[in-house]
């Protein structure tokens, strides 16, 4: 599981510019029974015909930045794709779609005013410094319109932790790569007509998603995602969200979704018999892909599992693997036949 | 009548929790329709069959409510709600939980604003133990029901949006005979969570027409309370189908039923989402007025829902 979360979370992919991101994954998983769409959404099936149509769920795209102005000085000025905290963004190294190097800079504090230092520095007055001298030497490397993400290695942290960039949502890549992987050669096993989505676009609008509900009119889906583990600090017991070393949160209402409680509860009550952790999320206002399950087409009964991850959107998301494996034993509960331990 | 208005109105169904209000419906409508059923997302869809126009009437079930999102180490709950649960009404109301449990809504501290951040429900438990023993994260909280008459023909209380929608749209589906349209009544779920119970089944059926009956805030547009059934014109995002106005004028004149326009200035979102998939279905709704929605004190004029049963019967 390491090893696929080094190379899921190590691709290249910010919303809007997943290809490199599929890539990994069609070599993951293979080509047989997977189809990649116009758009770019990976769709993955374990076919049992004439069972109910269950679809998992997880995004391929990270959150990154994208050219918007080169400066006469060769400073590269750039978008949000996705939403960020600006104060996470400085002096964080980032890696265009065609390898150039930079830096996030912004005027440093012994020239910032008094009334500066108060304020907090926004995106529109952080640059992107290639090393380039003038806006001429920038251009060759760099066009408007190109992208850039965050350039962070996976490195394992004490305590069973590992950090990373994109863990929102490679994470949910890699389980769901790992699921099909485990399952593909035993649809007798499974209770439900298996599909696997990696979807695109998930951080700006869920385009991708939206195609693939209405497209394939899932009867369920289980969307897998990373969401805020708010577990430091002094945060009051009922604002902490989700817990790390509880296994996934499962929601029962987000700002989107009112999730599906029959099959919510089902799942949970499968979990407890096999003794899998999992944790009950705290509301957010934020949305996941579920929403767009629970409303394309006719509908689905919607479920997720929020993996815990602390510093999301940043260049350091860090997640314990006790998590992530507990998330995995979830979803194979989940879908396999009830008489099958 | 006003005995099932009762029954509609005590019965729970937040957002999402519409199994038990469905059930309800369901038993009083089944003999007078050839099909019926509850589709993925818990819409109520129920068929009478005919060979002319398909038609769509669809009216919400649900209604706004809280659940329980933590209990607190001192037994105090902590929610969060569906959308248009207004506060400021509901604070220091008596609640109770879907499972009969009853309690009180208490702000935190006294003076701020309250929103879900700030609010608490006390059901009296002395410690987190004994609440968790009467109640369970996910459990859902609603005002307690009330009914009232309120001088001649006027009634107060809630959940009259939108149960007094579903009791209009049941009257009708009793009364209609004879009539040789492809008849869909849909009572719609999640409709305090962006409306997208309409948009599925709207979706699945396919209709050439289709007739939302809902409630109108006289907060929002020109209508008045005892001045007949509201024939809509426009909300805030969507205008509704001339043909569907001019048909619903025309039936309105045609058997001497009380009438007056609609145009919303300030609200709706359902229409607008329902012909992003109606393929070009014409769309119109029909309206009973009321006045303080989204608090307990919701007040309509039977009257005008007596119109509005009438004007549903004579659809053609």
Redesign the interface.
Known sequence: MKKLLKRLCSAFGPTGNEKRVAAVIKDIIGSENVFEDKMGNIVARIASEGKPKLFLSAHMDEVGFMVTEITDSGMIGFGAVGGFDPIVLLSKRVISERGVLGAITSKPIHLMSDEEKKTRTEIDDMYIDIGARSREEALELVSIGDYFCFFSDLVELGGDFIKAKAIDDRGGCAILCSVYNELKDKADRLEYDLYFAFTIREETGKSGVNYISERYNP?YAIVVEGTTANDLYNTP??KKIARTGCGPAMS??DG??????AFTKEIMSRCDKEEIKYQ?K??TFAGTDAASY??G?????VAIFSLPVRYIHSQASVVKLEDIESTRKAIIASVSKKEIK | MINLLKRLMYTQGV???EGDISKVIEKEISPFVSEIWN???G?LIAHKKGNGKRILIYTNMDECGF?V??I??NGLI?V?S?RGLNYDAAIYSDVVSENGVCGILIPETLGEKPT?ENVFIDIGAKSKKEAQRRVS??DSFTCVPRLKKLGATKYSGRPLNNRIGCLALIEAIKAIKDNENDLYFVFTT?AQ??N?GS???V??IAPDIIISVSIAKRECSDIKLGMGAGIKIKDIRAACSLSVIEMLRSLAEENKIKYQYEADEISGYDLSLVRSVAHGAEIGAISIPCENSHTTAEVIDIDDVKNVIKLIEVLK
């Open positions: 009867d017991e009922h029962f209402m989107a979704t009112i999730y599906d409680r009950i705290g509301f629970q409303r087409a006719d509908g689905a009964k | 957002s999402g929790r589709d993925k997302i819409n659940f999102n933590h607190d180490e902590r969060c569906t879900y994260v996910m999640h969570a962006e997208y948009k599925t089944a979706y699945s």
